[in-house]
């Protein structure tokens, strides 16, 4: 899908993980922050393409942070990473990534565009479609773009990342409601 604004993409399917999506949340004490990161498999060379141009895109845009000069985009902290070698988990194998964030809540919707409102819907190792945009940012010395967080459209359920999550259920229904655990 093609859009007028060359820093902005909208995915392909992708897999959520650290989606902190439904409540903002502050990381060491900074502005709260909607975030999640995206797992894009490396044989999706078409977002993946979509996402280099609109950070190229991003860098020649921010020049003016950059002293009016385009830096060597090798001196630039990038968003588009390396699972395979930035981190040490399954779900990043064989895949590209990136943290996208904002400070405002995206919109979340279902594949028929209806709004998701329970937030245990849409969680890390569900896919998803997800519009992001890349920006140039200069602060302290460091140099880069970022990439912030658009909308989020859930396409289907997936292996929940972070911990095996069970039902209470299933952790407590061997026990009956009269077990003294004190006997």
Known sequence: MSTTNPTRVVT?????????????KSIQGGKPKYSV??????????????????IDAAIEAGIGKFGGKRPNKAALKLP?????T?????????????????????QVV??????????????????????VSFYAFNTNGNKGIACGLGNIQKLRDGEPLGGNRVSAESDFGGFAASDDFLN
């Open 12 to 24: 392909n399917e992708v897999r959520l993980s650290y989606a902190n999506i439904f409540e903002a």
């Open 37 to 54: 990161s995206l797992i894009i498999p490396k044989s999706d060379t078409d977002t993946l393409g979509r996402i280099e141009r609109a």
């Open 80 to 84: 588009l990473r390396d699972g395979d």
């Open 86 to 106: 930035e981190r040490d988990d399954e779900a990043y194998e064989n895949a590209m990534f990136v943290n996208a964030n904002s400070t405002t809540p995206p």
């Open 110 to 131: 279902d594949a028929d565009l209806q709004p998701i409102l329970d937030a245990s819907e849409v969680y890390s190792g569900c896919y998803a479609r997800v519009s």
